[in-house]
């Protein structure tokens, strides 16, 4: 009878029967579990597909023009002479590439002078954009929200989905478009966009400037704002859910600080995405349709005569468009990994979250102030010391409430029974991670310390800091700490260790010299700039150094990879609350079957009651469906 | 019961809506709808703000917008008007049931939204004609763009509300099940809205 499926008045979402076929089930599913398990492998594939070509970079910092090992042999172009000997029919011979990543052999004679495969030129400027932009948009905004906000939160609240399961499938399916599209841009003839994630006309727009701005660039865009539409409907989807779908007793000051950060991100995913698309359209009208938005009058490339563009435009305007939303994409990227550090604190070192209201408090202060920052991307761009005044202020306000959180975690820890199993491990470094990071960011906001600082390596340290050592590490304990609900099985603790302290030395080491070298003035996005510039000379130890930091940290991430895999389809089975946890996906089986929960759960306090009456409650935990002793004695 | 089985039956597929919609799924489904609304508001509002920005930085020459024909745009302005009101009218029809005054208020609704885009096309072959393109010059840049954009939400709008009219003739909807019509005229209302600001700030001011 409809009575056991809805004895919460439908709130909850109908049971659905599960779906059979190989089709229904894995590829177009419209269940909230799968679809998080298909950004969750989507975005671990960019994951090392942008870790690669970070090495690469790296490569050719620390041994500028040496062919990169293997990749290099394995993907270099041909040379002119290569190519006539392999097609000696002209008519079925391709052209020489160009605008690739790699150089081409050089030949004297027939014989070999200089071998190919190193990273050239303009190739190192596409690695850098694409690094970037895969990074951002590929792998850690699908990960965060796209795998553990759909896998987590109608867990978290009580539900049996999302609020539209359907809208849902399609963000998934945008994303892969947008997947294709942007691995695509790799094989044009002129290759992917060079200009940075950050993509700044008129070289962006123009290609005049870049060979590559009207296709790879274009191409860039589209990737990007389906990737954007992807971003808005999930928002929505999320808000809605979290709104409407609430099991009976989850008040919004009993959810669990994850669901709340996903909120919180998807107010940002739902109000500045689209500033996002509307700067992408110009950007692709300016590329593709002549306009001028973002391109002055009489704009020269190195020709004698400007281009015959009409002009109007101003290439401030697409830096403020930008960075509107990028700038509260950084805090999407940082959002949900404190909501999953938070989470994986508590569980971790047996104590309720300290302070939980100005936990959530901050994170709504992150969310309005996040909206009025922008303008510290733009110090150095001629916005003027008014403006650079009113965001300086803002910015500096907005450490405030990451501050509190820091001084909460730290609070929470201490007098905490800290258990040392990886989920934990990774929760106690992201607070110390994301805690440099932040300072960092502190030096930064002071405009005048930005002068000498925009654009160096102390950026790339400060952005690194949070976004690895902050949210990644955060991403590596959620993996290993939901494992059992997502595959049923455990992964491996000695291999999860092992994968920690690895990537947690090695990180250090890679990213912390990155401060000194950009206080020494060394420029970013720049394959060479010691062979250009003889001041950065006494630096160019301390790049191969971080080189080789960043080479060890980039194959130990294969400890983890292996774990993984191995652990899905070979680790031990997992019971259905193996670390004790009071949120309410621990109180259904492992793996989570089709429809959540047999019974829609009754919510009856907050997640974080850890060692909060073990004398009446007889453990240190409590799940919040259950009462406590104490509530049920009156 | 009825709901459990209806989608046993189309277990796994997207499905279709053959039962009553229940109040909380047609507030809930409402909810989204106006939180896109609000995603497309800021979108249009990305683009309104550079024009703002690009005209008040520019010179007269420069932004130059007087060739617009602000006579045709007025009686777009009216059958976007008017194509709001026919819209909320079909709303409200089919609340009380009566299919066919909502039917007819829908088939309106498209006519007038189908007069807007055929202006829209006249206006943009005359200015082709005249080879004022989208890179003449910043404003066209802007004006091109900004009522693209616009025509394309509107083209959806109608296609949509294509879709609606063949299945509302169906029988599908009622007073008990209208949700998606509620729905779509919310968005058509913004998209009357978008225009509202278009046609001052491009041809007016």
Same mark, same amino acid.
């Given at each position: 009878? $409809?009575?056991?499926?809805?004895?919460?008045?439908?709130?909850? =979402?109908?049971?659905?029967?599960?779906?059979?076929?190989?089709?229904?089930?894995?590829?177009?599913?419209?269940?909230?579990?799968?679809?998080?398990? +298909?950004?969750?492998?989507?975005?671990?594939?960019?994951?090392?597909?942008?870790?690669?070509?970070?090495?690469?970079?790296?490569? +050719?910092?620390?041994?500028?023009? +040496?062919?990169?090992?293997?990749?290099?042999?394995?993907?270099?172009?041909?040379?002119?002479?290569?190519?006539?000997?392999?097609?000696?029919?002209?008519?079925?011979?391709?052209?020489?590439?160009?605008?690739?990543?790699?150089?081409?052999?050089?030949?004297?004679?027939?014989?070999?002078?200089?071998?190919?495969?190193?990273?050239?030129?303009?190739?190192?400027?596409?690695?850098?954009?694409?690094?970037?932009?895969?990074?951002?948009?590929?792998?850690?905004?699908?990960?965060?929200?796209?795998?553990?906000?759909?896998?987590?939160?109608?867990?978290?609240?009580?539900?049996?989905?999302?609020?539209?399961?359907?809208?849902?499938?399609?963000?998934?399916?945008?994303?892969?478009?947008?997947?294709?599209?942007?691995?695509?841009?790799? @094989?044009?003839?002129?290759?992917?966009?060079?200009?940075?994630?950050?993509?700044?006309?008129?070289?962006?727009?123009?290609?005049?400037?870049?060979?590559? $701005?009207?296709?790879?660039?274009?191409?860039?865009?589209?990737?990007?704002?389906?990737?954007?539409? #992807?971003?808005?409907?999930?928002?929505?989807?999320?808000?809605?859910?979290?709104?409407?779908?609430?099991?009976?007793?989850?008040?919004?000051?009993?959810?669990?600080?994850?669901?709340?950060?996903?909120?919180?991100?998807?107010?940002?995913?739902?109000?500045?995405?689209?500033?996002?698309?509307?700067?992408?359209?110009?950007?692709?009208?300016?590329?593709?349709?002549?306009?001028?938005?973002?391109?002055?009058?009489?704009?020269?490339?190195?020709?004698?005569?400007?281009?015959?563009?009409?002009?109007?435009?101003?290439?401030?305007?697409?830096?403020?468009?930008?960075?509107?939303?990028?700038?509260?994409?950084?805090?999407?990227?940082?959002?949900?990994?404190?909501?999953?550090?938070?989470?994986?604190?508590?569980?971790?070192?047996?104590?309720?979250?300290?302070?939980?209201?100005?936990?959530?408090? *901050?994170?709504?202060?992150?969310?309005?102030? =996040?909206?009025?920052?922008?303008?510290?991307?733009?110090?150095? *761009?001629?916005?003027?010391?008014?403006?650079?005044?009113?965001?300086?202020?803002?910015?500096?306000?907005?450490?405030?409430? *990451?501050?509190?959180?820091?001084?909460?975690?730290?609070?929470?820890?201490?007098?905490?029974?800290? #258990?040392?199993?990886?989920?934990?491990?990774?929760?106690?470094?992201?607070?110390?991670?994301?805690?440099?990071?932040?300072?960092?960011?502190? @030096?930064?906001?002071?405009?005048?310390?930005?002068?000498?600082?925009?654009?160096?390596?102390?950026?790339?340290?400060?952005?690194?800091?949070?976004?690895?050592?902050?949210?990644?590490?955060?991403?590596?304990?959620?993996?290993?700490?939901?494992?059992?609900?997502?595959?049923?099985?455990?992964?491996?603790?000695?291999?999860?260790?092992?994968?920690?302290?690895?990537?947690?030395?090695?990180?250090?080491?890679?990213?912390?010299?990155?401060?000194?070298?950009?206080?020494?003035?060394?420029?970013?996005?720049?394959?060479?700039?010691?062979?250009?510039?003889?001041?950065?000379?006494?630096?160019?130890?301390?790049?191969?150094?971080?080189?080789?930091?960043?080479?060890?940290?980039?194959?130990?991430?294969?400890?983890?990879?292996?774990?993984?895999?191995? #652990?899905?389809?070979?680790?031990?089975?997992?019971?259905?609350?193996?670390?004790?946890?009071?949120?309410?996906?621990?109180?259904?089986?492992?793996?989570?079957?089709?429809?959540?929960?047999?019974?829609?759960?009754?919510?009856?306090?907050?997640?974080?009651?850890?060692?909060?009456?073990?004398?009446?409650?007889?453990?240190?935990?409590?799940?919040?469906?259950?009462?406590?002793?104490?509530?049920?004695? =009156? | 019961?009825?709901?459990?089985?209806?989608?046993?039956?189309?277990?796994?597929?997207?499905?279709?809506?053959?039962?009553?919609?229940?109040?909380?799924?047609?507030? !809930?489904?409402?909810?989204?709808?106006?939180?896109?609304?609000?995603?497309?508001?800021?979108?249009?509002?990305?683009?309104?703000?550079?024009?703002?920005?690009?005209?008040?930085?520019?010179?007269?020459?420069?932004?130059?917008?007087?060739?617009?024909?602000?006579?045709? /745009?007025?009686?777009?302005?009216?059958?976007?008007?008017?194509?709001?009101?026919?819209?909320?009218?079909?709303?409200? /029809?089919?609340?009380?049931?009566?299919?066919?005054?909502?039917?007819?208020?829908?088939?309106?609704?498209?006519? &007038?939204?189908?007069?807007?885009?055929?202006?829209?096309?006249?206006?943009?072959?005359?200015?082709?004609?005249?080879?004022?393109?989208?890179?003449?010059?910043?404003?066209?840049?802007?004006?091109?763009?900004?009522?693209?954009?616009?025509?394309?939400?509107?083209?959806?709008? &109608?296609?949509?509300?294509?879709?609606?009219?063949?299945?509302?003739? !169906?029988?599908?909807?009622?007073?008990?099940?209208?949700?998606?019509?509620?729905?779509?005229?919310?968005?058509?209302? &913004?998209?009357?809205?978008?225009?509202?600001?278009?046609?001052?700030?491009?041809?007016?001011?």
């Amino acid at each position: 009878m $409809s009575q056991e499926h809805h004895d919460d008045d439908g709130r909850g =979402g109908h049971i659905h029967q599960e779906p059979t076929s190989f089709f229904w089930k894995y590829v177009l599913s419209i269940d909230h579990k799968m679809i998080g398990k +298909q950004y969750l492998f989507t975005a671990m594939f960019f994951l090392l597909f942008g870790g690669m070509m970070a090495l690469m970079m790296r490569w +050719q910092i620390a041994y500028p023009s +040496q062919p990169v090992p293997v990749l290099g042999a394995l993907l270099k172009p041909l040379a002119a002479e290569q190519l006539e000997a392999k097609y000696p029919d002209a008519k079925t011979r391709p052209k020489p590439a160009k605008n690739t990543i790699f150089t081409a052999d050089t030949l004297k004679d027939g014989k070999v002078v200089i071998q190919g495969g190193a990273i050239a030129p303009e190739g190192y400027t596409k690695l850098v954009t694409m690094h970037g932009s895969m990074m951002i948009f590929f792998v850690i905004i699908p990960i965060l929200v796209g795998a553990f906000g759909n896998f987590l939160i109608p867990l978290h609240i009580g539900a049996r989905d999302v609020a539209f399961p359907i809208l849902n499938a399609l963000s998934y399916w945008l994303f892969f478009i947008a997947s294709v599209l942007i691995l695509g841009a790799f @094989f044009l003839e002129a290759g992917t966009a060079a200009a940075g994630w950050t993509s700044y006309p008129p070289l962006s727009a123009l290609s005049e400037m870049d060979p590559a $701005s009207s296709s790879g660039g274009a191409i860039w865009v589209l990737s990007l704002f389906f990737i954007g539409f #992807s971003s808005i409907v999930t928002g929505v989807n999320f808000l809605a859910t979290i709104v409407t779908m609430r099991a009976p007793g989850m008040t919004w000051t009993r959810l669990p600080l994850v669901t709340w950060s996903q909120f919180i991100t998807a107010v940002f995913q739902t109000l500045a995405t689209p500033v996002l698309a509307a700067a992408l359209m110009m950007l692709f009208m300016d590329q593709v349709a002549g306009t001028n938005f973002f391109i002055p009058a009489g704009i020269h490339t190195t020709a004698d005569e400007p281009l015959s563009r009409a002009g109007g435009g101003h290439p401030l305007l697409w830096q403020h468009v930008f960075w509107f939303y990028s700038h509260p994409a950084v805090y999407i990227l940082i959002l949900p990994g404190m909501g999953i550090a938070s989470d994986l604190l508590s569980t971790f070192a047996r104590k309720p979250i300290f302070g939980y209201k100005a936990m959530v408090a *901050s994170m709504c202060g992150i969310m309005f102030l =996040g909206f009025v920052v922008w303008g510290h991307h733009m110090f150095l *761009s001629g916005i003027g010391a008014g403006m650079g005044k009113f965001f300086m202020t803002t910015t500096m306000l907005i450490a405030l409430p *990451s501050a509190i959180k820091v001084f909460n975690w730290l609070a929470t820890m201490y007098g905490g029974s800290l #258990s040392w199993r990886s989920p934990g491990l990774w929760a106690y470094s992201f607070i110390a991670m994301f805690t440099i990071g932040g300072l960092s960011g502190i @030096f930064m906001a002071a405009t005048p310390v930005d002068i000498p600082m925009h654009d160096t390596y102390y950026i790339v340290a400060h952005f690194h800091y949070v976004v690895f050592g902050g949210t990644l590490m955060a991403v590596f304990g959620g993996l290993t700490f939901w494992f059992p609900k997502f595959f049923g099985r455990m992964m491996s603790e000695f291999w999860a260790k092992v994968h920690w302290a690895f990537t947690f030395v090695a990180f250090n080491l890679t990213f912390f010299p990155m401060h000194l070298l950009g206080e020494g003035g060394h420029m970013r996005r720049i394959g060479s700039a010691v062979e250009k510039y003889e001041f950065l000379q006494p630096l160019q130890g301390m790049n191969v150094f971080i080189t080789h930091a960043a080479i060890l940290l980039g194959f130990s991430q294969l400890i983890f990879l292996a774990n993984f895999f191995y #652990s899905m389809f070979y680790g031990p089975k997992a019971e259905a609350n193996p670390w004790r946890s009071n949120t309410l996906e621990w109180t259904t089986a492992s793996p989570v079957p089709y429809h959540n929960y047999d019974r829609i759960p009754i919510v009856q306090h907050g997640p974080y009651e850890y060692n909060a009456a073990p004398e009446t409650t007889g453990s240190d935990w409590q799940p919040q469906d259950r009462q406590t002793n104490a509530a049920k004695k =009156g | 019961m009825s709901d459990a089985s209806a989608h046993a039956a189309h277990a796994g597929e997207p499905g279709h809506a053959v039962h009553a919609v229940s109040e909380f799924e047609h507030a !809930q489904s409402k909810l989204g709808m106006w939180l896109f609304l609000a995603s497309e508001v800021m979108f249009f509002s990305g683009l309104i703000g550079a024009y703002i920005v690009l005209r008040m930085g520019g010179t007269k020459e420069v932004f130059d917008g007087s060739v617009l024909n602000w006579k045709l /745009a007025a009686v777009n302005t009216v059958a976007l008007l008017a194509s709001s009101l026919t819209m909320a009218l079909a709303i409200s /029809a089919i609340r009380r049931d009566d299919i066919h005054r909502a039917a007819i208020n829908i088939f309106l609704t498209i006519s &007038l939204g189908g007069v807007f885009l055929i202006i829209k096309a006249i206006e943009y072959s005359t200015k082709f004609l005249h080879h004022i393109t989208p890179g003449t010059n910043v404003f066209y840049s802007c004006y091109f763009t900004m009522t693209g954009f616009h025509g394309i939400h509107v083209l959806a709008g &109608l296609i949509v509300l294509g879709v609606l009219l063949v299945r509302i003739l !169906q029988g599908r909807y009622s007073s008990k099940n209208y949700t998606v019509i509620e729905n779509t005229g919310l968005y058509w209302h &913004l998209v009357d809205v978008v225009w509202i600001f278009l046609f001052p700030i491009l041809y007016l001011l």
